[in-house]
Structure formats: structure tokens, C-alpha cells
């Protein structure tokens, strides 16, 4: 069955640069989580989309920025790169954000971007 | 924001034994799912509970939703060495982000 799909899985880059991950949800999966995980941490929530909006917020610093495309891949495009930024970035979809407690809200993750920041 | 209190934080057990985890919340939560991660992996679902008092069995592994929704327990039987990982606890509220435990990192000895 196809997963998520995430790119790059690892990226390595300099302070103050830019990085963009992508997300390539479940085929159908109209949902997309995105979390950060710091190393010896539990997956850190930073915000998602639902049909191409934006769904819901959380940590997610000002300099990070996200959307959702037509054929509903994400990308996250982070700027002003910061030694704590490095870190596991993983992806999740699902189908539909309308609620309710059932097997279309459980969340797929990806294998994660591994982002190196020096 | 919610949080998740997830115990033990580590586990060292012989293959072959039994294994039991949990995690506790202050706010109730719709579902609780449990979550296995291998080094450098994205987090993969064991089980996902729906109702509470639900009980659900997944092979070798079982885990509850408490009757409160604000705990739920993971038991792992006749550990083997590919139970070597962490493993996490989630809250969700209807359809929302997935609240996650702080983890428990397990290794067994063969």
C-alpha cells in the first residue's frame, strides 16, 4: 500500500539558510499533519491543512511557513535556519479534519526529513 | 495545551517477558492511539482506541481506553528483540492534532 512520502529525507545546512521539505500524503488523504522532533522528544505538532487550507496551528516558529497544493502534496518552507531547528520533521495525512472519532482521522506518518542545521 | 504523562520513561527486559506501559491526562481525549518508532522512522500505529473502556488486542499487544478518556495502557506480551524501539502514546480529539507522551524506550535483552 502506498505511505507518506517525504523529501528529502536528509538535509544539511548552514545557519541562516533557507530549506523546504515536502510532503506527498496517502493517495485520497486530504489532511496533513506536520511535527517537528527534536532529538529524546516526542513529535512536537506545528501545523496542518485540510483541502488546502490551513487547518490548524501550533509551535510553529514565524520564520516557518507551509502550504497545502491542488494535488495535495505540503511543503514546509523554513527561513533564517537556527542550530535548534535541526531536528526530525515528519509528515502526516489522513482523510477528512471534520471531526469525529473514527478510522478516517487516524494519521499516517512519513519516514520524516532529518534536518541538520551548522 | 494538553499534555500527555507517559511512564515509564525506559524499560530493560529480558525476551520473553511481559511489558506494560501507560499514559495519563489531564484532559479527555476522543481517541487514543499507540505509536512504535525505530530509530531515524516515522512514528507506525499499533493500535488506535475509540471508545472508552475499549479494550483491543493486536497480536501480542493490548491496550485499553480508560473509562475517564484520560488514560489509556499498552501491554506487550512475550517480549521479543524486535520489540526494541519507543513507543508512544497519542491523544486526539475529534479529528484534531494528535497530542503525543513523552515516550518509552524499550530494549530487550535476548
Known amino acids: 500500500a502506498a505511505g507518506v512520502i517525504q523529501s528529502p529525507r536528509h538535509l544539511i545546512k548552514e545557519k541562516r539558510e533557507t530549506a523546504t521539505l515536502k510532503c506527498y500524503p496517502i493517495?485520497?488523504?486530504?489532511?496533513v499533519y506536520w511535527y517537528q522532533q527534536g532529538p529524546g522528544q516526542d513529535p512536537q505538532f506545528l501545523i496542518s491543512f485540510y483541502e488546502k487550507m490551513q487547518s490548524d496551528k501550533g509551535s510553529i516558529p514565524d520564520r516557518f511557513s507551509a502550504q497545502q497544493f491542488s494535488d495535495y502534496h505540503s511543503e514546509l518552507n523554513m527561513s533564517s535556519l537556527e542550530l535548534g531547528d535541526s531536528a526530525l520533521y515528519f509528515c502526516?495525512?489522513?482523510?477528512?479534519?471534520?471531526?469525529?472519532?473514527?478510522?478516517?482521522?487516524?494519521?499516517?506518518f512519513g519516514a520524516g526529513s532529518r534536518l541538520t542545521v551548522l | 495545551g494538553q499534555q500527555l504523562n507517559q511512564s515509564p520513561q525506559s524499560m530493560f527486559i529480558q525476551e520473553g517477558e511481559d511489558v506494560s506501559m501507560n499514559c495519563t491526562s489531564s484532559s479527555i481525549f476522543n481517541t487514543w492511539l499507540w505509536y512504535k518508532q525505530d530509530p531515524g522512522e516515522g512514528p507506525v500505529l499499533l493500535i488506535a482506541l475509540y471508545k472508552a473502556g475499549e479494550l483491543t488486542s493486536n497480536g501480542r499487544l493490548t491496550a485499553q481506553f480508560g473509562i475517564t478518556r484520560k488514560d489509556s495502557f499498552l501491554n506487550i506480551s512475550a517480549s521479543i528483540p524486535s520489540d526494541v524501539g519507543i513507543y508512544f502514546c497519542a491523544g486526539q480529539t475529534s479529528g484534531s492534532r494528535l497530542t503525543f507522551g513523552e515516550g518509552t524506550q524499550l530494549t530487550v535483552n535476548p
Open positions: 493517495p485520497r488523504h486530504d489532511t
Open positions: 502526516a495525512s489522513t482523510i477528512g479534519a471534520s471531526g469525529g472519532s473514527s478510522g478516517a482521522n487516524v494519521l499516517t
